[in-house]
Structures are given as C-alpha cells and as structure tokens.
C-alpha cells in the first residue's frame, strides 16, 4: 500500500479530481438513498402492515362512519375494522395554538392496529371522550412531562393531556400532533359521512382481497341506497404500504402523500450520477496507471501470481473509495438541510447512523469498490513491461464512451425538464386571473370587513378558481372523474371564462362544460343534457360551452382532466371562499392578507393558507417543482463535469502517450494540422458509437419524464432536444480533447524524442 500512497502523492492532479468526483457523488447518493428507502418504507413499520388495508370511496380516502361496524358485522375475512377522523378547530394550548393540523380522533382500538409507543403514559390514560394523547414534538415545544395534565381547548371543548405518544414518523399519520379520544361525538349518527373519516381494516392472512373488495363494494351500495344518494359511488381498497404513494391519497383526509414518479426521477438521476463517478474513477485510474506500469510488470517478473495482483487492486480500490465515502458521509450531514429545503419532502430525509443504516453504507462502499476495483484490474491487466498501453486502448475507450453517452443522456434530461417547465408557465388558461384575490375561507363576518374596504370593486364566491377548481367528483368507467367549480355569477363574470357555445343568451345560471367533459359528455346545440350528480344544486341542463383551462395543477396526471363550472346563486357549499375583484399592489395585498388571517385565525386558531392574488397562487404551484428541477440539474451538471474531467484527463495521458509518435510523423513530414485530425478522427470512432447506444435510452427517459404531466409539451421535441444534447456534448468533448491534442502536436519533435 506505501507503493500506491506514495503514487497518489506524486499524481496529485489525479488523485484530487478521483478524490472530489467521488466524495461529491458519493455525498449525493447517500442522501437519496437515504431518500428513497425512507419513502419506500412508510408504515412498513406496522405489525401487518401487509394485512392492513384503507377501505375508500369513489377514488378517495375518506368513508362514512359506520362502514367499519357492518365490515366487522358482515365479512368473515375481516379480522378487525378502525374508523378514525381528523378535523380542524379553534385549537389552543397555553394560549398559543395546539396543532399546525387537525386533530386525530380515534377510538382505543387504534392503537391496537396501529402500533404506537407511549413515551408518558399508557393507553389505560386514553379511557375517555375528555382525554388528549400528544406526540412527542408537541411535548418537547411546551416542555415534555409538563404538559400532562394540562387542558387542551378545540372550538368550545376541552381536552385533558393524559399522555405522550412517539412522533407518527415514517408514517402517513405524521401530520398529527393531537390525538384525542372523542367517540365521535360529533358524528353520531350511523350514516354520517365526511371527507375527513378514514376508514381501516386488518384482513386475515390469505384474504382474496378482490373478493373482498367486491363485497365492499356491495356494502356501500347499500348505504347509498339507505340514505338515497343521487350518485353511486364504488369503494376501493389500498394496502398501508401503498398508501403514501396511491393516487386515491389526494390530501382530503390529511394523510401523508408523495409522488412516485417523483421518486423514480430522482433514483435514476442518482444512478446516473454513481455510474459517472464510477466511469470517472475507472478512467482516471487506467489513464494514470502508465506511470505504475513497471512497477505492475517487476512484480510479475518476480513471480507475483495473477490472483494477487487482483486482489491488489481491489484493496487500493477498497481504500480510495472507503476514505472517499467517509468524506461523502460527513459532507452528505452537512448538505442534508439544504436538500429537504430544496425538496420539501412530506417525510423529511435524514442521515441515519442506526444499525441498518450502518450496513447499507457499508454495502454501498463494498459494492462501489469492487465494481471500481474490478475495472480498473480488467483494463490493466495486460500491462507488459515492453508495451503497456495498446492492451488498455479497447478498455478505456469502453468507459470513455459509456460516460460520454450518459453526459450527453443527462443534458437532454435537463433540457426536457427545463423547456417543459417554461412550458407549465406559460400555458393558455383561457380565464382571467389578473386582479382577482381569493379568500380560503367564507363568513359573513369576513364579507361585511371586504365590503368595508374602498379598493374592493366587486365580490364573488367560489370553491376553486382557475388552476385550481376545488373539488373532484369521483366517477366510474363509464363516469369518469371530473372536478368541479362551484360559484355565483360575480365570481364567474370576474374569472372571464372563455366562451366557445352559449344556449341561453343573458343567463349563466347553470352548468357550464369546459370542451373535453362537453365532448366527452357529447354536448351540443342538440343535446344539452348531461347526468349530474346533483351535488349541491348542480343541474342536468347544460347553458354553455367553455375553452378548456387549467382545472387543477398541471403538474397532477390525474386531475386535469374534465372540468365543469357550475353558477349557483346560493349554493350550500361550507367550504369555499371569496373572489375579491382589486387592484394589485404590495399594499392591497397587505391590508387584506392581515384581515383575512386575522378572522381566520380567529375562528379556527390556525395560520391562514392558500390565500392571496390567484395568480401568485398558480405561481406557487410551480415553486416546489422549480426547487426540484433545479437540484436535480445540479446533480447532472455535477456528473457533466466529472465527464469533462475525465475527457481532460485521458487527453492529458494519450497526448503525453503518443508525443513520441508524433514527434517521429513530424520529423517525417507530418504537420500539426495532420496530427489534429489523426487524433480527433480516434476520439470520433469512440463517441459516435457512444450517441448511437445512447439516443434510444435519452427518448426513453425523457418520455417517461414528460408522461407524468397532464399538460406538455409535444413529443417530438424530444427529437430536437438530443440532437441539441449530443451537439453539446460532441462539442464540450472536443474542444477539451482538441486543446490537449494542440499541445503535444506543437511540442518540439527533438524534445519529445530527447526524453524517450
């Protein structure tokens, strides 16, 4: 080992790239590894976390009460059946507010399901509808033990804190810091139903779950029947395990949710980016192992055995890559705030130095070394004391061409997302947004303040607006799915909703189809009819056709689709808010967001949200994914430097390898234009095989990206975006390689010759 320390402090150059590509690397994917195990295992954590499953209806989470009673009643496979709820009040403890979320309200069998440690306490505390568990972190803000005891206030009940729970983390109840114990006082009634009850249920082992699903099924199409329903709406069932990734996790119910191609995104960047900083080691390794050649060769001379010179290299391999992944380690704990700032995870990434953590880096080290250690000895290992380099040209130019290929595969992948991105913002919404401020919350006490305020033109009512609608409908295949905007005519006047087709002239009260559910639902000047779900007033009669805009965010697959606007003068909704008509300035702004948060504040003692200029809002929309879009470019700048190193480095070892050459095709006539050609037309025979393998993989890719937006650009620009990507990268390459050539071809031939 002294022979190759002493190696690393002669080729220092080497040695610093190898050293900062792999720590750098190394960091980044040990934080999303971290990442991606963590997502991956929300709720594995649960005793039978396989055998749970949430029971929701139409295409969402949420159930009604007495769904788990008549489960337990009527299916034999169900082993036991737990309905929970979380909902949002006046919170207050010590004067300040309890909870950023709702609260939890669960019956004891809860935590027969779900398996939770009690830090204070026991579960024979939580014997009553008065009593309140907190987590830990609610404890730990208020000074933990002191807490016990203590009365906890929501809306017009009080709540006694009987004891503290761990945090819900790694779950998708991590949201809750209050669980109480309530038996659902407010929800007596056996058909009561709500967007925020969640309905869960332990199958015994070797359940068909399809049939169960099916008499699930039948179990609320009786209840839809029982309270005479206009619309049937089929239940579904989705594994605990599932349930943080499933698109039927929308957020109504307060539940942890994350998207899975999100994650898929951010495992292939991060695969790309271990694989370049491998390649990069690998060449850097084989270009500098000239300079160990004959000491590789003396040891065979003197009898080294072939399985010892491998089992050589892979311990240098081993101990490089080893002190790189403790440098990575400690720079991977310092960048770990600076990425979940950037990402906003729901389950926040951390660096974990438990047992299995433990073993995964050690597997990551032991891995990354062997498959390091055994290339490198695969490109060596021919090495002859008389001609050490021609038995390495096959192999290094592999991994030359394998790294370019994934440089100019992670350019297209940056351009696709950064074109699709302008894409997103720039979108036609076929609506008016500009000057509108849009309240969460509606009360007649904030209506009687907004009117009050001289700035104020107009002031409408409405559930969404445009980018957002607020409200999704389930349906069925024959049905599909569409969500809804519910407002008054104010409201619809100031959104400016494009009209394509108007059946009663002078009067918008009705339903209003935006063209895909008018062309879905086959709406015409003849046919204006369509099957409403008579939700909240909704009619069958269609007034108009409207251009399609933006419905929800466009960054969702799944809910920009068909969208339906329908104009109620007085309309039962309990959630929606004010559209308020004004001009835009930081002082407008101002006077109302402190109004508005106060009265909300006020009424549920929480911070306001999703309040402000909906065009701003629309704009927010895009800030997470603009963060994202912007860490992952700069893992693939990252790995496009580590290219440029390794092309600067192989350039500096065959201009420095064949100077004698050209010195003796110069000393013959040759000429520096020559030498410039011979050498380019070598690098081409190498990358252009590399574009070749690598353009059907960059279309995959960057089509699987696009996949996961509902509004896109078009495919085939996918086309011009690798053609623009492998251009870059064919020129990058060689311009570092032409520079390199330039100065061994203008080297003096009697010089080169003189040292040889």
Request: charged fraction near 20%; hydrophobic fraction near 45%.
């Amino acid at each position: 080992m002294k022979s190759y320390l002493r190696f690393l402090g002669r080729n220092k150059l080497y040695t610093a790239i190898m050293a900062v590509g792999l720590s750098v690397s190394l960091a980044f994917v040990i934080i999303f590894t971290c990442y991606v195990r963590q997502q991956f295992a929300v709720c594995n954590h649960y005793p039978d976390s396989q055998n749970i499953y949430l029971v929701g209806i139409g295409g969402n989470t949420y159930s009604y009460f007495g769904l788990a009673d008549e489960m337990e009643a009527e299916l034999p496979e169900v082993a036991q059946a737990v309905t929970i709820q979380n909902y949002y009040n006046a919170q207050e403890f010590e004067g300040a507010p309890a909870s950023k979320e709702g609260l939890l309200v669960v019956g004891r069998d809860f935590f027969e399901m779900f398996s939770t440690d009690f830090i204070y306490g026991s579960l024979d505390d939580f014997n009553n509808e008065e009593n309140a568990l907190v987590t830990e972190s609610f404890a730990s803000r208020h000074g933990m033990e002191n807490v016990i005891g203590k009365k906890l206030i929501d809306g017009q009940k009080m709540y006694t804190i009987t004891g503290i729970i761990e945090d819900f983390t790694g779950s998708v109840f991590d949201n809750f810091e209050v669980v109480v114990n309530a038996e659902f006082s407010m929800l007596k009634a056996p058909n009561a139903t709500s967007s925020a009850i969640m309905t869960f249920v332990k199958v015994k082992d070797e359940t068909d779950i399809t049939e169960l699903q099916q008499k699930i099924c039948g179990i609320v199409e009786k209840f839809y029947k029982r309270i005479q329903y206009p619309r049937n709406e089929s239940a579904h069932i989705t594994r605990l395990d599932k349930l943080y990734f499933a698109d039927a996790n929308n957020g109504m119910t307060g539940l942890k949710k994350e998207n899975s191609d999100k994650v898929f995104i951010f495992c292939l960047v991060v695969l790309f980016l271990l694989v370049s900083a491998i390649i990069n080691y690998v060449n850097l390794s084989v270009a500098s192992s000239d300079q160990r050649a004959k000491e590789m060769a003396l040891r065979n001379i003197l009898g080294a055995e072939h399985s010892h010179m491998r089992i050589r290299t892979l311990a240098e391999s081993f101990m490089f890559i080893a002190a790189s992944f403790i440098v990575a380690i400690v720079l991977a704990y310092a960048l770990i705030g600076w990425v979940n700032d950037l990402l906003h995870p729901e389950i926040p990434v951390t660096i974990s130095f438990s047992v299995d953590y433990l073993i995964l880096y050690c597997l990551l080290t032991v891995v990354t070394s062997l498959i390091c250690g055994l290339a490198v000895f695969m490109a060596t290992s021919k090495t002859k004391v008389t001609s050490s380099t021609n038995a390495r040209k096959p192999m290094s130019g592999l991994f030359l061409a394998i790294q370019f290929m994934l440089s100019f595969i992670m350019i297209s992948i940056s351009i696709t997302m950064e074109i699709q991105m302008k894409h997103m913002v720039n979108r036609e919404m076929n609506a008016n947004v500009d000057g509108l401020y849009r309240t969460n919350v509606e009360t007649p006490e904030m209506r009687q303040k907004i009117d009050e305020l001289p700035f104020v033109k107009s002031v409408g009512k409405s559930t969404g607006y445009p980018g957002y609608f607020g409200f999704r409908m389930s349906g069925s295949e024959d049905n599909p799915d569409f969500s809804i905007l519910i407002c008054d005519s104010v409201a619809f006047r100031l959104f400016g909703f494009e009209k394509i087709e108007e059946y009663r002239q002078g009067d918008p009260m009705g339903t209003w189809m935006c063209e895909s559910a008018a062309r879905h639902y086959n709406i015409n000047k003849d046919n204006t009819t369509w099957p409403s779900p008579g939700f909240n007033g909704m009619s069958d009669d269609v007034c108009g056709i409207i251009k399609d805009c933006p419905v929800t965010s466009v960054l969702k697959m799944d809910w920009d689709g068909l969208g339906i606007v329908c104009v109620v003068e007085d309309y039962n909704v309990t959630w929606g808010g004010w559209v308020l008509e004004m001009e835009e300035s930081p002082e407008n702004k101002h006077v109302v967001d402190s109004l508005v948060s106060a009265l909300y504040f006020q009424s549920t003692g929480r911070e306001i949200f999703n309040n402000g200029f909906i065009k701003d809002l629309n704009k927010a929309e895009y800030d997470q994914t603009r963060r994202e879009i912007t860490l992952i470019e700069m893992f693939m700048l990252i790995a496009i430097l580590l290219s440029c190193l390794a092309f600067l480095a192989m350039s500096m070892h065959y201009a420095a390898e064949n100077k004698k050459s050209v010195a003796v095709n110069k000393v013959f006539g040759g000429n520096t234009s020559s030498e410039v050609k011979r050498c380019m037309k070598r690098y081409f025979k190498i990358m252009l095989p590399a574009v070749a393998l690598g353009i059907p993989l960059a279309w995959f890719i960057c089509k699987r990206y696009l996949e996961q937006f509902s509004y896109r650009i078009e495919m085939n620009y996918i086309c011009w975006i690798i053609l623009v990507a492998v251009i870059i990268s064919l020129l990058i390459s060689s311009l570092t390689v032409l520079w390199q050539t330039l100065c061994a071809a203008s080297t003096n031939p009697a010089e080169a010759l003189k040292k040889e």
